[in-house]
């Protein structure tokens, strides 16, 4: 008769699981429920940006130094996200560990999957907001093109 070992407990996986259980829910808060730090209107800061534009460009005209850049100081929702990338990456960790210690496969495939969940839905956020911010500041370019012609070119076939 042979005997076998019995499977360890699969502490390191439900570790991450529940880590991952977290991690996702703190995704969806900060997506959510976010952002918690005071913010301008929209319009506000449609404006300024529109005025930067037109002072970068006049700047370049004129051939005089564009400033350096400023540090932004940190808010609350930047280390809510920092906080959900390290329980999403240390659930990714932990699920890998438990598979690497022979635990119960499904709770480190669990601890993975919502490390994996998290991080997925932070990357598919920011490529949306990217694209929106992208088209954005095209469609100020295009409406400052009349005031900028020459400097923008044939960029608008003008």
Do not use: C, N
């Not at 100081?73 to 438990?98: F, K, N, Q």
């Not at 932070?122 to 990217?130: D, E, G, R, V």
Request: charged residues 10%; neutral net charge; aromatic residues 8%.
């Amino acid at each position: 008769m042979t005997s076998t070992a019995p499977a360890p407990a699969a502490t390191l996986g439900w570790l991450g699981f529940a880590t991952g259980a977290a991690a996702l829910i703190l995704t969806l808060v900060v997506f959510w429920a976010g952002p918690f730090a005071p913010q301008q209107a929209a319009g506000v800061s449609l404006g300024e940006l529109a005025a930067d534009i037109a002072k970068s460009a006049a700047r370049s005209v004129a051939g005089q130094p564009q400033p350096g850049p400023v540090a932004q100081p940190r808010t609350i929702d930047d280390y809510l996200e920092i906080g959900v990338a390290l329980l999403a990456g240390l659930a990714i960790i932990l699920g890998v560990a438990s598979f690497v210690r022979h635990e119960r496969k499904r709770a480190a495939l669990s601890g993975i999957a919502l490390g994996g969940l998290a991080v997925g839905i932070q990357i598919f956020a920011w490529s949306i907001m990217m694209i929106v911010g992208a088209l954005v500041i095209f469609g100020i370019m295009a409406a400052l093109r009349d005031t900028f012609g020459d400097i923008f070119g044939g960029l608008f076939g003008g």
